[in-house]
């Protein structure tokens, strides 16, 4: 096996910034790095030294991740909304009232379960691309 050249002085990496991860993100950076040939270290300099060249794309990401979850906590509330009028509705039928927006917020269940499992399935679409 061929020893690698040695960086000359000037370009020697002397910084060594940490970072914490869980077992599912080392893991998954320890096989992009088995699966690149290169060790743990060397790929996570690479990675970041891209990242950092190309600001435009990796703020693009981080935008889009931070979008994910704004749309994520909207979609927690405008459920928990139509949960307290499916429980209104509820109440009112077993309290024998005729209740004739009952097939509205019905509807707006369908709507709301729809567009989480579409943006949802779009989600898990596009990470499986990138990743």
């Known amino acids: 096996m061929r020893q690698r ?3 000359r002085d000037e370009n020697k990496r002397m910084r ?3 970072c914490r991860m869980n077992d599912d993100e080392y893991q998954l950076l320890v ?3 088995s699966v690149c040939r290169m060790s743990v270290a060397s790929f996570l300099a ?8 190309d600001l435009d794309r990796t703020a693009a990401e981080i935008a889009t991740e931070r979008e994910v979850l704004t749309e994520l906590f909207a979609v927690r509330r405008h459920l928990g909304q139509i949960g307290n009028n499916l429980n209104q509705v509820a109440k009112a039928t077993n309290a024998g009232a005729d209740v004739p927006h009952a097939p ?6 369908h709507r709301a379960a729809k567009r989480v499992e579409t943006f949802t399935q779009h989600y898990l679409d596009t990470e499986n691309h990138v990743a």
């Open 31 to 33: 096989r992009a790095a």
């Open 16 to 18: 060594q910034p940490s």
């Open 104 to 109: 509205a917020v019905l509807d707006a269940v």
């Open 5 to 7: 050249e040695r960086l």
């Open 46 to 53: 690479h990675a970041a030294l891209k990242a950092a060249r």
